[in-house]
Protein backbone atom coordinates (compact mmCIF):
# COMPACT_ATOMS: atom_id res chain seq x y z
CA UNK A 1 0.00 0.00 0.00
CA UNK A 2 0.83 3.70 -0.96
CA UNK A 3 2.31 5.46 2.38
CA UNK A 4 3.77 9.38 2.01
CA UNK A 5 6.42 10.81 4.48
CA UNK A 6 6.42 14.20 5.34
CA UNK A 7 9.81 14.48 7.29
CA UNK A 8 9.02 17.81 9.38
CA UNK A 9 6.00 17.70 11.58
CA UNK A 10 6.31 21.07 13.44
CA UNK A 11 8.52 24.07 11.09
CA UNK A 12 9.59 27.42 12.37
CA UNK A 13 10.36 30.20 10.64
CA UNK A 14 10.87 33.51 10.19
CA UNK A 15 9.32 36.36 8.06
CA UNK A 16 11.19 35.93 4.34
CA UNK A 17 12.92 32.83 5.31
CA UNK A 18 13.11 30.44 2.98
CA UNK A 19 10.71 27.31 2.94
CA UNK A 20 11.39 23.59 1.95
CA UNK A 21 8.77 21.18 3.29
CA UNK A 22 9.98 17.19 2.40
CA UNK A 23 7.76 14.47 1.02
CA UNK A 24 8.26 11.26 -0.33
CA UNK A 25 6.00 8.90 -1.04
CA UNK A 26 6.47 4.49 -1.14
CA UNK A 27 4.93 3.42 -4.10
CA UNK A 28 6.83 3.54 -7.68
CA UNK A 29 4.46 3.75 -10.87
CA UNK A 30 2.39 6.31 -12.29
CA UNK A 31 1.12 9.41 -9.27
CA UNK A 32 -0.56 11.77 -8.78
CA UNK A 33 1.07 14.24 -6.48
CA UNK A 34 -0.47 17.21 -4.21
CA UNK A 35 -0.23 19.56 -1.99
CA UNK A 36 -3.01 21.05 0.39
CA UNK A 37 -3.42 23.43 2.77
CA UNK A 38 -5.40 24.45 6.21
CA UNK A 39 -4.96 27.25 7.54
CA UNK A 40 -6.62 27.90 10.85
CA UNK A 41 -10.22 27.88 11.11
CA UNK A 42 -10.30 27.17 7.01
CA UNK A 43 -11.03 24.52 4.80
CA UNK A 44 -8.37 22.07 3.33
CA UNK A 45 -7.49 23.92 0.02
CA UNK A 46 -5.34 22.65 -2.92
CA UNK A 47 -2.08 24.59 -3.18
CA UNK A 48 -0.55 22.76 -6.03
CA UNK A 49 -0.86 19.25 -8.07
CA UNK A 50 1.14 17.31 -10.48
CA UNK A 51 -0.58 14.96 -13.01
CA UNK A 52 2.18 14.74 -15.95
CA UNK A 53 4.55 16.90 -17.85
CA UNK A 54 7.13 19.54 -16.32
CA UNK A 55 8.19 18.18 -13.18
CA UNK A 56 8.41 21.71 -11.28
CA UNK A 57 4.84 23.18 -10.90
CA UNK A 58 3.65 26.13 -9.43
CA UNK A 59 1.01 27.02 -7.59
CA UNK A 60 -1.08 29.40 -5.29
CA UNK A 61 0.48 32.32 -3.17
CA UNK A 62 4.05 31.67 -4.43
CA UNK A 63 4.42 28.24 -3.39
CA UNK A 64 6.02 25.63 -6.26
CA UNK A 65 7.17 22.08 -5.98
CA UNK A 66 9.51 19.89 -7.63
CA UNK A 67 8.63 16.01 -8.32
CA UNK A 68 11.94 14.09 -8.47
CA UNK A 69 10.62 10.71 -9.98
CA UNK A 70 13.99 8.85 -8.96
CA UNK A 71 13.76 10.15 -5.58
CA UNK A 72 10.04 9.53 -5.00
CA UNK A 73 9.80 12.78 -3.44
CA UNK A 74 7.66 16.03 -4.08
CA UNK A 75 8.94 18.92 -2.14
CA UNK A 76 7.53 21.93 -1.79
CA UNK A 77 9.20 25.21 -1.57
CA UNK A 78 8.72 28.95 -1.30
CA UNK A 79 11.44 31.48 -1.14
CA UNK A 80 10.11 33.86 1.21
CA UNK A 81 7.74 33.16 3.88
CA UNK A 82 4.75 35.48 5.28
CA UNK A 83 3.24 35.60 8.28
CA UNK A 84 0.00 34.16 6.98
CA UNK A 85 1.65 31.00 5.64
CA UNK A 86 1.07 30.20 8.90
CA UNK A 87 -0.78 26.97 8.66
CA UNK A 88 -0.82 22.92 8.33
CA UNK A 89 0.15 21.40 4.98
CA UNK A 90 0.01 17.98 3.97
CA UNK A 91 1.18 15.79 0.92
CA UNK A 92 -1.27 13.58 -0.54
CA UNK A 93 -0.54 11.21 -3.73
CA UNK A 94 -3.16 8.69 -5.54
CA UNK A 95 -1.73 6.21 -7.73
CA UNK A 96 -3.32 6.13 -11.28
CA UNK A 97 -2.98 2.36 -11.77
CA UNK A 98 -5.82 1.39 -9.70
CA UNK A 99 -6.68 0.26 -5.99
CA UNK A 100 -8.24 2.62 -3.55
CA UNK A 101 -8.99 5.74 -5.57
CA UNK A 102 -8.61 8.34 -2.49
CA UNK A 103 -5.64 10.03 -1.38
CA UNK A 104 -3.00 8.64 0.14
CA UNK A 105 -2.02 11.81 2.88
CA UNK A 106 0.98 12.73 5.04
CA UNK A 107 0.91 13.21 8.52
CA UNK A 108 1.44 16.86 7.94
CA UNK A 109 3.95 19.58 8.78
CA UNK A 110 2.35 22.48 11.00
CA UNK A 111 4.46 25.42 10.06
CA UNK A 112 4.50 28.63 12.03
CA UNK A 113 5.75 31.49 10.64
CA UNK A 114 7.08 34.24 13.35
CA UNK A 115 6.52 38.05 12.37
CA UNK B 1 -22.11 29.73 -4.54
CA UNK B 2 -20.87 26.03 -5.08
CA UNK B 3 -19.33 24.20 -2.38
CA UNK B 4 -19.39 21.19 0.11
CA UNK B 5 -21.29 21.29 3.50
CA UNK B 6 -20.69 19.12 6.20
CA UNK B 7 -23.27 19.43 9.34
CA UNK B 8 -23.35 19.81 11.89
CA UNK B 9 -19.53 21.61 12.67
CA UNK B 10 -19.58 19.81 16.23
CA UNK B 11 -21.36 16.87 17.24
CA UNK B 12 -21.83 14.88 20.39
CA UNK B 13 -22.68 11.62 20.85
CA UNK B 14 -23.11 8.68 23.71
CA UNK B 15 -21.15 5.94 23.71
CA UNK B 16 -22.99 3.01 22.15
CA UNK B 17 -25.35 5.06 19.42
CA UNK B 18 -24.85 5.41 16.14
CA UNK B 19 -24.54 9.09 14.69
CA UNK B 20 -24.76 10.29 10.82
CA UNK B 21 -22.88 12.78 9.17
CA UNK B 22 -23.97 14.89 6.61
CA UNK B 23 -22.11 16.03 3.64
CA UNK B 24 -24.20 17.56 0.13
CA UNK B 25 -22.29 19.66 -2.35
CA UNK B 26 -23.31 21.20 -5.42
CA UNK B 27 -20.48 21.24 -7.69
CA UNK B 28 -22.15 18.68 -9.73
CA UNK B 29 -19.37 16.25 -8.85
CA UNK B 30 -19.24 12.31 -9.54
CA UNK B 31 -16.96 11.26 -7.04
CA UNK B 32 -17.22 11.63 -3.30
CA UNK B 33 -14.80 10.83 0.22
CA UNK B 34 -14.87 10.38 3.32
CA UNK B 35 -12.01 10.93 5.47
CA UNK B 36 -10.61 11.33 9.66
CA UNK B 37 -8.66 13.28 10.57
CA UNK B 38 -6.81 12.50 13.91
CA UNK B 39 -4.16 14.79 15.28
CA UNK B 40 -0.43 13.82 13.67
CA UNK B 41 -2.43 11.21 11.54
CA UNK B 42 -2.90 13.26 8.84
CA UNK B 43 -6.10 12.19 7.02
CA UNK B 44 -7.64 8.68 6.28
CA UNK B 45 -9.63 7.12 3.24
CA UNK B 46 -12.46 5.81 5.09
CA UNK B 47 -15.37 5.29 2.13
CA UNK B 48 -15.18 6.77 -1.45
CA UNK B 49 -18.35 6.85 -3.98
CA UNK B 50 -17.13 7.18 -7.90
CA UNK B 51 -21.20 7.35 -9.03
CA UNK B 52 -24.33 7.33 -7.51
CA UNK B 53 -25.45 3.94 -6.15
CA UNK B 54 -21.80 2.81 -6.01
CA UNK B 55 -19.52 3.33 -3.22
CA UNK B 56 -16.07 1.41 -2.24
CA UNK B 57 -14.47 1.24 1.28
CA UNK B 58 -11.07 2.92 1.93
CA UNK B 59 -8.44 2.51 4.35
CA UNK B 60 -9.97 2.12 7.29
CA UNK B 61 -14.09 1.56 6.54
CA UNK B 62 -14.27 -0.86 9.70
CA UNK B 63 -17.26 0.29 11.68
CA UNK B 64 -18.33 3.15 9.40
CA UNK B 65 -21.36 3.09 6.70
CA UNK B 66 -22.07 5.11 3.71
CA UNK B 67 -24.86 5.39 1.28
CA UNK B 68 -24.88 7.54 -1.95
CA UNK B 69 -28.59 8.02 -3.24
CA UNK B 70 -28.41 11.13 -4.43
CA UNK B 71 -25.26 12.64 -6.41
CA UNK B 72 -24.71 15.18 -4.46
CA UNK B 73 -25.35 13.73 -1.20
CA UNK B 74 -23.05 11.09 0.66
CA UNK B 75 -23.49 11.06 4.24
CA UNK B 76 -21.40 8.73 6.89
CA UNK B 77 -22.86 6.44 9.50
CA UNK B 78 -20.71 6.01 12.21
CA UNK B 79 -21.74 2.77 13.76
CA UNK B 80 -21.06 1.59 17.42
CA UNK B 81 -18.71 -0.80 16.32
CA UNK B 82 -15.93 2.01 15.39
CA UNK B 83 -13.55 1.49 18.27
CA UNK B 84 -12.54 5.18 18.14
CA UNK B 85 -15.04 7.70 16.92
CA UNK B 86 -13.62 10.94 18.18
CA UNK B 87 -12.16 12.51 15.16
CA UNK B 88 -12.34 15.46 13.37
CA UNK B 89 -14.27 14.28 9.65
CA UNK B 90 -13.63 15.50 6.30
CA UNK B 91 -15.90 15.27 3.54
CA UNK B 92 -14.61 15.88 -0.18
CA UNK B 93 -15.33 15.78 -3.89
CA UNK B 94 -13.76 16.18 -7.57
CA UNK B 95 -15.24 15.74 -11.17
CA UNK B 96 -13.52 12.05 -10.89
CA UNK B 97 -11.58 9.70 -9.46
CA UNK B 98 -8.14 11.31 -11.59
CA UNK B 99 -9.64 14.87 -10.69
CA UNK B 100 -8.02 17.27 -7.63
CA UNK B 101 -10.21 16.82 -4.21
CA UNK B 102 -12.10 19.49 -2.81
CA UNK B 103 -12.95 19.70 0.70
CA UNK B 104 -15.72 20.08 3.25
CA UNK B 105 -15.66 22.41 6.46
CA UNK B 106 -15.62 19.07 8.56
CA UNK B 107 -17.38 17.93 10.97
CA UNK B 108 -16.08 17.42 14.54
CA UNK B 109 -17.31 14.28 16.52
CA UNK B 110 -17.08 13.63 20.20
CA UNK B 111 -18.34 10.19 21.48
CA UNK B 112 -18.92 10.33 25.95
Known amino acids: AQSVSQHNHHVILSEAASLELGCNYS??????LFWYVQYPGQHLQLLLK??????LVKGIKGFEAEFIKSKFSFNLRKPSVQWSDTAEYFC?????????????FGKGTHLIIQP | DGGITQSPKYLFRKEGQNVTLSCEQN?????MYWYRQDPGQGLRLIYY???????QKGDIAEGYSVSREKKESFPLTVTSAQKNPTAFYLC???????????FGPGTRLTVL
Open chain 1, 92 to 104: AVRNSGGGADGLT
Open chain 2, 27 to 31: LNHDA
Open chain 2, 49 to 55: SQIVNDF
Open chain 1, 27 to 32: YGGTVN
Open chain 2, 92 to 102: ASSMGLVYEQF
Open chain 1, 50 to 55: YFSGDP
